[in-house]
């Protein structure tokens, strides 16, 4: 079990590491990584919210839990019980971000400009701030 306040401190470092990916170049980097930083957040706010000590993390703590068991953020924003907070008030920053998949790791270099990571790092960060 990932312990909430592990989860807090990982998702922290994930920005931190972004943006040392963003100053030196590695957009595609800084911007998937920051996405997990998000993941990690919300996993952290769904603690809280469910008042877990922390997230599952191996095969048999996840047994009964299958619909927390994702990388989907906006699921993640909902089991989170943030989302109408989130999209009232920072809809632009989740609009940005939403569409982060895991599956970015696998995106072809150059796919990110250092703009569009800056946007992206920006806005997670906002949002970290509000979770």
Not at 21 to 31: I, V, W
Not at 50 to 58: N, S, V
Request: proline residues 2%.
């Amino acid at each position: 079990m990932l312990l909430k306040s592990e989860l807090k401190r990982i998702a922290t470092a994930r920005l931190q590491d972004a943006r040392l990916l963003l100053d030196n170049h590695r957009y595609d980097s800084a911007a998937y990584l920051c996405g997990y930083a998000l993941e990690l957040k919300l996993k952290y706010r769904i603690c809280i919210s469910l008042h877990w000590d922390g997230f599952p993390e191996t095969n048999n703590e996840f047994n009964g839990l299958q619909s927390f068991r994702t990388h989907d953020l906006t699921l993640l924003l909902k089991l989170s019980g943030r989302q109408a907070m989130i999209q009232r008030e920072l809809f632009t920053e989740w609009s940005l971000v939403s569409l982060w998949r895991p599956e970015f790791r696998h995106s072809r270099i150059g796919t990110q400009t250092q703009q569009s990571a800056r946007t992206m790092i920006e806005a997670v960060q906002i949002l970290l701030r509000k979770l």
